[in-house]
Structure formats: structure tokens, C-alpha cells
């Protein structure tokens, strides 16, 4: 057994509690957790890859496990029912290692139809959680995903057990040879799409793996948040100014969310990296049980006023600089979420388990993750600067523009951006970052 299965029976245990509990909040005594089933592209023969339900992954690491189901009922050893069909397509997924299936009463059938025999008796009250489409025509009076249960599990989701977070700390640890590599291949002049492979090769899992599409910029791409091409052109080393990789890896179902930025070359954007650097390390070591995230998401546009204020990008005190939302112009996306079996992982706007809604606060009405930082929590801290054209329209027709220095700005436009995130678990005494070491810079 390794060191993460010894977690898993007290993993099982506390899924075991919580799963009651929500289920008692929506007056069930029993839930079937469906992996999902296979979706397929319109009108074709060919599938989207396959992700799991959050909820059955929560219980079980099996990723490639469609039509199989965790039957809950309260009071009773848990079901696992795993679908094996005998196909000549495609190969069968594998039965779950013992320390995974000894948490369970295992039943293995190898016709989906053959799972009625394995749903909770008409005496139970039961729900379904996951897609519903695994369950047509089956148990036609059991709610699907109601959300009295949902937010229960949504909500305590949010404080990952030591087998979670032995999780996440291993994805970390498959997607730093990845970064490593990304980044001999930049300095090495390779293509966005060049950079891609090699991230890949060094973390070893196919694009498909990956929990979130992994975001690689070159140069002014790095203006794009969310920027999602694999641009293939070789550019000449002159031609070559910043990357922004964006890139995460998953195991056994968990998320890791890394960003790092780099110059090409030691110029006055890479003294500007560095300067974002110390300010996301200082956030990271400001997380601590207790603290109101939306305070510390306030305290980074205070810092980064101070940045653009010392860059000479604003000639402004860092509270007017705020009052003009002059920081939101270069820092539009909040400063981070929760991790864990989503990369955005759910429930960051909840208040309790009852299912009450925070509200954002009035100066940043549309900050998604409201919560105070708790123990057990995994949240990335990703400050960022960027120089995005629509925006920086609108902060030039504003008064408050005049105190830009544009053609300091414009200058910067070519090299897109900066974001600099880590994954950081709150402790009961502060936070320790689960990626900076793996990483090393
Ligand atoms: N990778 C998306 C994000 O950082 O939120
Ligand atoms: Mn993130
Ligand atoms: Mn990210």
C-alpha cells in the first residue's frame, strides 16, 4: 500500500459522514453517484473525452469508468458497482486496486441494464447525483441532483481530507518536470504549440488528462486571460518577448493550477516578473485560517497600485488608483479560487452547508470566491498585470487616464502579460504552498 492509499479508508469515512448528512438535508436516506456516460459529438460516432462526475471521483479514482455507480445508503456499507463490459473495440476499464475496492461492497456487472439489480429497494428514499442522462428510464421517481443535497456537498467540499490533498500534492508533482520543460523549450525559441509537447512530455500525461486546457502565450498572447491557441510559427529569437503557461496536471482525479511568466530576455519586463514574483509570494504567505479571501483579493490591487505606481505606468496615490478602478483595468479576474476535483472547484460563494449565498462585496461586485479561508482549503493565489487593448480603451477615454504613462504602456503591450500562481493549502496555522517547491522558482 503507498503512503496516499493509507489515507484513503479515512477518506471513505468522512465521504461516508458528509454524504449522510447531505443527504439528510434533502430528505433522502440514500443517493446513486453515476461516473456519467459517454457524450458524443453531434450526429458522430466519435466522443468527448471522458470526465468523470465530480461526485463519483470524490469517492472512487476511477477515471475511465463510464456507466459505473456508488450506491449510497445510509447506514450501509457503501456499493461500488463498476461496469465491465466485454467490448472489442475498446479495452475494458480495469477493476480498482484492493486498497480502493476493500472500502467497498464491489460489484462488477458488464451490462449497464444489469445495475438495477444493484439500486436502492422502493423503501428508500433516493436521489441521483451526477448526469442524468445514465439514469433514463431508471428509477424515474428519484430526483436528480437536488439542491438541498448539491450544496451540502458543494460547500464541504471546499476542506480537502489528507487523502485530497496528497492528491493535489501529487499532481504537482507530475506537472513540475512539465513546467521544467516548457521552459527549456521557450528559452530554446520554440512555438507556443512546440511548448505544448514539451510540457506534456515532461509531465507525461496527454492533453486529454489535463484539467483544464492548458494555456501557453507567447508575447502579447499573454494579454488573453484565457488564451487557448497553439500557435505552431517558429519566431526569430528577436521577435520573442515573454511566455505566460498556464498548466496543470491531474491525479486520481485532482487538479493542480500552476502559472509562471518569463522574459526572453533581462530587460525591464523581467524586473517587472520578479517584482510580481515577491508580491504573489507575500500574498501566499498571507493566508492564514480566518481571512476573508474578498480582503486579500483588496489587499492585491493595493500592492499592485504600488507596482504600476513604482513602474511609473500610474502617476497616482495607490488609493485613488483603486478609487478610479484604474488596478482593475491591468487585473480584471480575481485573485484566486478553490482547487480539487475541478480546477475551478465549486461552492466558493457559499455561506454554509444549508446553501446560503455570500454576497461580493461592494467594491468588487463581481468577485466569485467570497469565503474566509478555512483549514484544509486548497485555493491558488495568482495575482497578475496585463495589457489588454479593450480595456486599456476604456481607462484612456476615462479622466482618470491622464495619469497613465501610454507610451510607457504601449511599450509593455508586446509582452502581453504577467500571472504568477501557486496552489496553497490553508493550514491551521497559516498556509504552505504545495507548488513553489515542486517548481522551484
Ligand atoms: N487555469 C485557470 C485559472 O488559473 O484559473
Ligand atoms: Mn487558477
Ligand atoms: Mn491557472
Known amino acids: 500500500m503507498t503512503e496516499a492509499e493509507a489515507l484513503y479508508p479515512a477518506h471513505v469515512a468522512e465521504m461516508t459522514r458528509r454524504y449522510a448528512e447531505a443527504a439528510d438535508q434533502g430528505g433522502f436516506d440514500a443517493l446513486v453517484i453515476g461516473s456519467g456516460v459517454p457524450e458524443y459529438h453531434f450526429q458522430d460516432d466519435q466522443a468527448v473525452p471522458f470526465v468523470a462526475n465530480p461526485f463519483f471521483r470524490q469517492w472512487v479514482p476511477l477515471l475511465e469508468h463510464p456507466g459505473s455507480s456508488l450506491v449510497f445508503e445510509i447506514g450501509r456499507r457503501p456499493v461500488l458497482v463498476v461496469l465491465q463490459p466485454a467490448d472489442y473495440w475498446h479495452q475494458p476499464p480495469a477493476l480498482p486496486a484492493a486498497a480502493i475496492a476493500g472500502q467497498f461492497d464491489l460489484r462488477v456487472i458488464g451490462d449497464a441494464g444489469a445495475i438495477d439489480a444493484h439500486l436502492p429497494g422502493p423503501a428508500r428514499r433516493t436521489a441521483i447525483l451526477g448526469p442524468p442522462r445514465q439514469w433514463d428510464g431508471l428509477l424515474p421517481a428519484a430526483p436528480r441532483n437536488p439542491a438541498a443535497v448539491v450544496d451540502h456537498l458543494h460547500y464541504t467540499r471546499a476542506c480537502k481530507t489528507d487523502w485530497e490533498v496528497a492528491c493535489i500534492r501529487a499532481a504537482a508533482a507530475i506537472a513540475a518536470p512539465g513546467h521544467h520543460a516548457a521552459l527549456a523549450a521557450f528559452r530554446a525559441g520554440a512555438s507556443e504549440y512546440d511548448i505544448l509537447a514539451a510540457f506534456l512530455g515532461g509531465c507525461r500525461q496527454t492533453e486529454a488528462e489535463l484539467p483544464y486546457g492548458a494555456i501557453v502565450a507567447l508575447n502579447e498572447h499573454a494579454a488573453t486571460l484565457h488564451y487557448q491557441h497553439r500557435d505552431r510559427s517558429a519566431r526569430r529569437p528577436r521577435d520573442l518577448h515573454s511566455l505566460l503557461i498556464d498548466a496543470g496536471c491531474a491525479s486520481r482525479g485532482y ?15 523581467a524586473a517587472m516578473v520578479a517584482d510580481m514574483d515577491r508580491m504573489q509570494q507575500d500574498l501566499c504567505a498571507a493566508v492564514r485560517p480566518g481571512l476573508p479571501f474578498p480582503d486579500l483579493h483588496r489587499q492585491t490591487h493595493v500592492m499592485l497600485a504600488g ?27 480575481g485573485l484566486g479560487h478553490l482547487l480539487g476535483l475541478q480546477v475551478h472547484d465549486v461552492g466558493g460563494h457559499l455561506a454554509d452547508a444549508a446553501g446560503t449565498a455570500l454576497q461580493p462585496p461592494a467594491d468588487f461586485p463581481r468577485l466569485r470566491f467570497l469565503r474566509s479561508l478555512e483549514p484544509g482549503q486548497v485555493v491558488t493565489i495568482e495575482p497578475g498585470i496585463y495589457f489588454i487593448d479593450s480595456l486599456l480603451e476604456r481607462l484612456r477615454a476615462d479622466p482618470a487616464g491622464a495619469q497613465v504613462d501610454w507610451g510607457r504602456v504601449e511599450g509593455l503591450r508586446r509582452y502581453g ?25
Not at 487538479?255 to 519586463?269: G, K
Not at 496552489?423 to 504552505?432: C, F, I, M, R, S
Open 307 to 333: 507596482l504600476l505606481q513604482r513602474w511609473g505606468l500610474v502617476r497616482m496615490e495607490p488609493a485613488d488608483m483603486i478609487a478610479a478602478e484604474i488596478t482593475f483595468a491591468f487585473f480584471p479576474h
Open 417 to 441: 502579460g504577467i500571472r504568477i500562481e501557486d496552489d496553497v493549502l490553508v493550514t491551521a496555522t497559516g498556509g504552505e504552498n504545495l507548488t513553489r517547491p515542486l517548481i522551484g522558482h
Open 255 to 269: 487538479a493542480c493550477d500552476i502559472t509562471r511568466s518569463y522574459a526572453f530576455r533581462d530587460d525591464e519586463f
